[in-house]
């Protein structure tokens, strides 16, 4: 399903990314984490490894992705949301969450809708299979944003990296 999300010189639709939106996803997860692609110095390999990466999580249907389509065709932004198996807990009885991996929108189109129109679609989606709750991880820029869209900062979030 494909719904305009505005008009006028900003137009675009959002709609469910497939297979053949995997690589446009990609280089958006590179602009998000390292800036141009041309800064990348593994090669690629970083790009190529998100894209494949995308399209086994589509194809097995453990992720949700959106993009935003400007009329003329350009790729704009994207959302990833990852299905994420967990124990049920007192607060949230459901066994699957929502983890916002990935939410891009090209600098010249930001501040247009293009953000808020895949955030309420990856809100949708969670809804609609009845997640219990979306997490992410955001950047300083972004938290109020978020905030704006209902998300609240949680604490003792740790990590180890192996």
């Known amino acids: ?53 995308m399209r086994a999580l589509l194809a097995t249907s453990r992720a949700g992705a959106w ?36 939410l891009h929108v090209v600098p010249a189109w930001r501040w247009r809708g293009v953000g808020i129109a895949l955030m309420r679609a990856a809100i949708a989606e969670a809804s609609e299979r009845r997640l219990g709750r979306i997490r992410l991880h955001s950047t300083v820029e972004a938290l109020g944003f978020y905030e704006r869209c209902g998300f609240t900062a949680r604490a003792r979030d740790l990590e180890l990296r192996l």
């Open 67 to 102: 993009v935003a389509v400007a009329h003329g065709g350009e790729v704009v932004g994207s959302a990833v949301l990852l299905y994420v198996d967990r124990l049920p807990s007192r607060e949230n009885r459901s066994a699957v969450e929502g983890y916002l991996a990935q």
């Open 1 to 53: 399903m494909s719904l305009p999300a505005s008009s006028g010189e900003f137009a675009f639709d959002v709609r469910a990314a497939g297979p053949l939106d995997a690589g446009r996803i990609a280089e958006h997860r590179v602009e998000l984490t390292v800036g141009d692609a041309g800064d990348l110095p593994d090669g690629g390999a970083f790009e190529t490894a998100s894209a494949e990466a």
